[in-house]
């Protein structure tokens, strides 16, 4: 009434959006093939896990469909990361767009929540106060000082089942941030289980590959079927677990000071790792590099 009835705030579900540097679609948020998740981007800034969905165009039906532009993909429909370059235009690297952001109808419908709206928008202010503070356009950000910033501030980029953002442990930003790493193929960290010995390999080489500024190309390999089920894995011990971690270093020509050093302070009092104690311990290590993330990672549009 105080607006001659027409309301102060529109609604808009669905309208133009950017074609940036990297477009969310439908594949994004459902199971991809060698994973028990949706695809892992080492870029991701926030979350989606609402089912993708579209409402109906017309409410009128041809005989024997439904109603047209009608999607409901519940059952298909897994959590999924948003990549940073979503947020990107491809040709200026001062913009930031993260509610009208690069996706594609069937993948906007994880998108338009309010939450993940908020969500998006929180980390591109974090990347925004990042770039003025380093006196940087935010796209020329380094993806893991920004990633560093968001888990260490509270801000999640990877879905778990079990734990969320507000849990106390000290593992979660490091759990975190390796859920972009490929760490785990699945949305079960299990942070408190021991580490096994399969896996303290498989992770000490992606973080000595990442100290060194490689990107681990990983999309092409059936990695669930690499890594142990839990019922059958057998625990690393304190000893093992230094020596595949020095081992992969060494092989890489990298120091093992920072490993040597952090080793008393992180190891377990009964030697028996945690998953969680594992990844505290590869982040600590990473400390703040800015290392380089994918020389993909540019202002051409990936489909």
Known sequence: ????????????????????????????????????RAPIHDDSIAITEWGMDSHSVSMEIVPGSRREGKILLT?????????????????????LVPVCLSSTHV????IRL???????????AFAAALAVQKGIAPAQLTVPELQR?????????????????????????????????WFFVGYD???????????AGIWAGIAADLLLDRRVNLEKARWAEI?????????????????????????????????????PELAPPDGVWSRGGACMLFYRMLGSRTFQISPSHDRRASR
């Open 1 to 36: 009434v105080d607006n001659n009835h027409l309301p102060w705030e529109m609604y808009v579900r669905e309208a133009r959006r950017l074609h940036g540097r990297y477009i969310f679609k439908e594949q994004d948020a459902t199971i991809a093939p060698g994973l028990r």
């Open 107 to 110: 993948g906007w419908g994880t």
């Open 75 to 95: 059952e298909l429909t897994r959590p999924g990361h948003v990549p940073w370059r979503c947020l990107l235009p491809p040709e200026h690297d001062n913009l």
């Open 114 to 124: 309010e939450p993940t709206w908020m969500h998006i928008a929180e980390s591109a």
């Open 189 to 199: 960290a299990r942070p408190e289980d021991p580490l096994d010995t399969t896996t």
């Open 227 to 263: 890594y142990p089920e839990p019922s059958t894995a057998q625990p690393v011990s304190d000893m093992e677990f230094h020596e595949l971690a020095s081992r992969d270093l060494r092989e890489r020509q990298r120091s093992t000071d920072d490993l040597n050093t952090l080793w």
């Open 149 to 181: 910033r968001l888990v260490d501030s509270g801000v999640m980029i990877s879905f778990f089942n079990e734990f969320d953002m507000a849990s106390p442990e000290p593992w979660v930003p490091a759990v975190q941030f390796f859920g972009t790493r």
